[in-house]
């Protein structure tokens, strides 16, 4: 063997020996229950990459995808939500965004026949007909089926997401026959909290972005309230299990004082 490869094996060795230490160091006591993730930098990892065709990249992190429900599952994550398409990215150019979303698709339906319980997260309204019945029937196939949870955010924002559960409490209470004056006397965030896309699920306990960028872009704007917050400068394809171990560390590390 050559030089070159017993450093990248003697590498490799002691990659795989953090990455054990980092496991066992984290206690079943301190796994987040649901673990919001933003899926960012697939175009960068595709240019740095030096590939002109950047749905090369989407498709990378789509295929990751699957990586990730399993170091959940094998964690004890009991929801994972997958930010895969804002509202803002259905405004970009729409070749990009037509192969995004067929990409999508294609995720979804082999998140069908991988057996998890899918549930779309987002307004099915702002996406193509063919798109959001793939999303429809993923939800109708999959309730029920147990363990994990996939949250699959697909025409998503957290503003959008808000002003759609206020409509829809409305709309419930319009049913009812409470007067405006009624509603507006009772009306409390837990009213609001059951109309969001994710009600009666736990609010997510840990957000992760990829690429460096630290900010939250909407991503559950309600929910993650008292979240706490993990960046990684990884690219989204190239994020690794040591990544998601080292966060898993970081929201085990921290005091959780739900705003206080």
């Known amino acids: 063997m050559s030089a070159e490869g017993v450093q990248m094996g003697l590498r490799e060795l002691a990659y795989k020996l953090y990455e054990r230490r980092l496991e066992a160091s984290l206690s079943p006591h301190s796994i987040p229950r649901h673990v919001g993730v933003i899926l960012d930098g697939n175009r960068r990892w ?44 259905l405004s970009r150019s729409g070749g990009e965004v037509e192969t995004l979303l067929r990409i999508i698709e294609s995720t979804v339906r082999e998140l069908v026949a991988q057996g998890w319980n899918v549930k779309p997260v987002g307004a099915l309204d702002l996406l193509p007909v063919d798109t959001a019945q793939v999303l ?79 900010r939250l872009g909407g991503f559950l704007l309600w929910q993650s309230v008292h979240s706490e917050f993990y960046f990684c400068d990884a690219y989204w394809p190239a994020f690794r299990r040591v990544d998601f171990l080292r966060a898993l560390r970081s929201y085990a590390a921290r005091h959780r004082r739900f705003g206080a």
């Open 46 to 89: 595709a240019r740095m990459a030096g590939l002109s065709d950047v749905s090369h990249g989407h498709q990378k992190g789509a295929d990751h995808i699957f990586e990730l429900l399993g170091w959940c599952r094998q964690a004890g994550v009991e929801v994972v939500t997958l930010w895969l398409l804002s509202t803002d990215n």
């Open 136 to 214: 429809k029937d993923a939800a109708e196939a999959t309730t029920g089926n147990p363990g994990l949870m996939v949250n699959v955010a697909v025409g998503y924002g957290g503003r959008r997401e808000i002003a759609d559960a206020v409509r829809s409490l409305l709309q419930d209470h319009a049913t009812k026959g409470t007067s405006i004056e009624e509603l507006a006397e009772i009306l409390d965030v837990e009213h609001i909290a059951d109309h969001l896309y994710t009600a009666g699920q736990p609010d997510p306990d840990l957000v992760i972005r990829t690429s460096g960028e630290q």
